[in-house]
């Protein structure tokens, strides 16, 4: 599984409310990425990392912010959550093939509600 | 991005092959295909990647056109566990960071 572990793994939440979601990766792993799933849409790329303080955007990026302190951190926070950020978020490393391409470990998931 | 057309939806009958279409003709020479699924309730998980050749493993055979514009994920026998969503994706080997996943293909087995 790559020491991946998702933080926590179901939350409820109000709208309005910040919440912080946390992934954690045990193997100094360099690129990091969340994704957000709902149905219907597959998995949909909302921010990356590609080293501690670097950090881009993917395609719904709008309304969630990431940061990166440590290489075993990266942090998913929605400000102010509202309904349409409810999901299952899934954090992943990508790791380096023997080719030389890079495959990509998820982690289990967390369940956001926002009410 | 380099986009993939899956089918939504597929069934097949357990012990016999499942052959997965993927069609991304507007592949770049530098992009690779990757195959990845998804179990119920669980991330995806890598199944098998391609440049050009066709290639297997213990899970699964990719089968890449000549033109590169299509490919064909294999299932020599499904299984009840390979019940999953399927996804064929389009990495250029020069964007390291970013897998746009697209809404896969559904399989069904059926006992």
């Known amino acids: 599984d790559a020491g991946i572990t998702q933080s926590p793994r179901h939350k409820v939440t109000e709208t309005g409310t910040p919440v912080t979601l946390r992934c954690h990766q045990t193997?100094?792993?360099?690129?990091m990425y969340w994704y957000r799933q709902d149905p219907g849409h597959g998995l949909r790329l909302i921010h990356y990392?590609?080293?501690?303080?670097?950090?881009d955007k993917g395609e719904v990026s709008d309304g969630y912010s990431v940061s990166r302190s440590k290489t075993e951190d990266f942090l998913l926070t929605l400000e102010s959550a509202t309904s349409s950020q409810t999901s299952v978020y899934f954090c992943a490393i990508s790791v380096t093939g023997t080719s030389g391409t890079h495959e990509q470990f998820f982690g289990p998931g967390t369940r956001l509600t926002v009410l | 991005d380099a986009k993939t057309t899956q089918p939504n939806s597929m069934e097949s009958n357990e012990e016999e092959p499942v052959h997965l279409p993927c069609n991304h003709s507007?592949?770049?020479?530098?992009?690779?295909i990757h195959w990845y699924r998804q179990l119920p309730s669980q991330g995806p998980e890598y199944v098998i990647h391609g440049l050009t050749s066709n290639v297997n493993n213990r899970m699964a055979s990719l089968a890449i056109a000549e033109d590169r514009k299509s490919s064909t994920l294999i299932l020599h026998r499904a299984t009840l566990r390979d019940a999953a969503v399927y996804y064929c994706?389009?990495?250029?080997?020069?964007?390291?960071?970013?897998?746009?996943f697209g809404t896969g293909t559904r399989l069904k087995v059926l006992a």
């Open positions: 507007t592949i770049s020479g530098t992009d690779y």
């Open positions: 193997e100094n792993h360099r690129y």
């Open positions: 994706i389009l990495r250029d080997v020069g964007e390291t960071y970013k897998y746009i």
């Open positions: 990392s590609y080293g501690v303080k670097d950090t």
